[in-house]
């Protein structure tokens, strides 16, 4: 149940920024023995995808808080932050240092389809809430909402590894956070419109 819910926080965690819970996982992989990576998984640790993550990282924090450019890197985060929600979710499932579950340990493409689809509701949800963002703000709204996302992705990404029962409020919390902050840009992106364009 652990590796479950490890699984699925790391995943959603990825739907948000998929490079933050992919290093997490290759770190702690690398350096502790918090994770143990099944043989087919420990190219997550070695240092060529640990590196090749940490520049995408660093990419993808300095993209994603420019205005209409963090939509086009939301767009090519349609693959990549799913895909790897399904990669970080198959391998620390199968780790049995979380879980001595033999049968998910024989069945990793269940937890990476799950993963695959955690990621992608998630990933769905910030998509489709930035343009929002940016039109309610003019674009200012940009770089707050990336560091909040970045943020959200890093806790719950520790949250998922030492914490995994916290892994259910974390997720109904970042929900609620996502519908709620979708629904107040859409209104006021809305309002201001129509101040732009009266009838």
Known sequence: ?????????????????????????GLLARFTDVINLPGGWQWIESWWAIGLAALLLISELVLDKIPAVDSINDMMGSIVRPATGGL????????SAL?????????????????LVVAGVVHAGKASARPAVNLGTAGFGAPIVST???????????IAVFVPLLVIVALI?????????????RSFARRRRDAEHPA
Not at 16 to 21: G, M, Q, T
Not at 100 to 115: K, M, N, R
Not at 149 to 157: A, F, I, Q
Request: net charge negative; charged share 10%; proline share 1%.
């Open 99 to 115: 879980d001595h579950s033999s049968f998910l340990q024989d069945h990793e493409w269940i937890a990476f389809v799950g993963g």
């Open 148 to 158: 909040a996302e970045d943020v959200s992705s890093l806790g719950l990404s520790l």
């Open 88 to 95: 970080v979710a198959a391998a620390t499932q199968s780790a």
């Open 1 to 25: 149940m652990f590796a479950v819910l490890t699984g699925a926080g790391l995943s959603a965690a990825a739907g948000l920024n998929a490079y933050i819970p992919f290093l997490i996982v």
């Open 173 to 185: 919390v970042l929900g609620w956070a996502l519908w709620k902050w979708s629904r107040r840009m």
